[in-house]
């Protein structure tokens, strides 16, 4: 079956504007999570959803940054006014309902570049 | 607190060489999962192995095994006779049903296998 899903794969934006990062989980994970991933960085947990609420948005970096779910499905990551250092590889992951030792499948992840 | 360290940022072999990524991790839980994800130069992160806290059991899957010791809090991966398509950062992570889904990640192993 598809696997995650995300869009675009590679973005290129001027400090200041705003970006979507979308990301479509696999039919049916309840769980969908985003993290950051720098240059030759490990990955930084930046939020979860549990259906179309978030309980955990410890790992946001900033007010600039914010995430929403529709539907129980599709996620947007948006960032207000970028700044270059959030040039990073943003990386989405669903997880199947269950307890909590399923394992997360990742998407391919999207390349931010702030210029 | 929950914790993953990977103290080897970066470990070069030649092909067929045997290697060993190592993993510790902290948790006060006394159930918990570990993971290990392998992450080609494609960029996706790939699912490898999950292993329960009550399960200490050693698992070997064609080249690769692991290495569950509770009493030192390790989780280390072995990949026996390396190949050059065995180069990737692998991670090692950590969840459990106290963590709020959340899975936490150490900083990866970067693996370059030399023809």
């Known amino acids: 079956g598809a696997g995650v899903s995300q869009s675009p794969s590679n973005k290129v934006t001027e400090k200041g504007k705003d970006v979507e990062l979308r990301c479509d989980p696999i039919s049916g994970h309840t769980a969908l999570y985003w993290y950051r991933q720098s240059l030759g960085q490990g990955l930084e947990f930046l939020i979860y959803?549990?259906?179309?609420?978030?309980?955990?948005k410890s790992g946001l970096p900033s007010d600039r940054f914010s995430a929403e779910r529709t539907g129980g499905s599709v996620s947007t990551l948006t960032i207000q006014r970028t700044q270059q250092e959030d040039s990073a590889v943003y990386l989405c992951?669903?997880?199947?309902?269950?307890?909590?030792?399923?394992?997360?499948?990742f998407g391919p992840g999207t390349r931010l570049t702030v210029l | 607190a929950q914790k993953v360290t990977q103290a080897q940022t970066e470990i070069s072999v030649v092909e067929k060489e045997d290697v060993t990524l190592d993993c510790v991790y902290e948790t006060r839980d006394t159930t918990y999962y570990l993971f290990w994800y392998k992450q080609p130069p494609s960029g996706e992160l790939v699912f490898l192995i999950r292993r329960n806290s009550f399960d200490e059991q050693n698992e070997i899957s064609g080249r690769y095994s692991w290495n569950f010791q509770k009493s030192t809090s390790s989780f280390n991966f072995t990949i026996t006779a390396s190949q050059v398509v065995d180069s990737a950062v692998y991670f090692c992570a950590l969840t459990g049903p106290n963590t709020g889904n959340q899975f936490y990640f150490g900083t990866g192993t970067s693996l370059t296998v030399i023809p």
């Open positions: 959803f549990q259906g179309n609420s978030a309980p955990d």
């Open positions: 992951a669903s997880k199947p309902p269950g307890q909590g030792h399923n394992e997360q499948f």
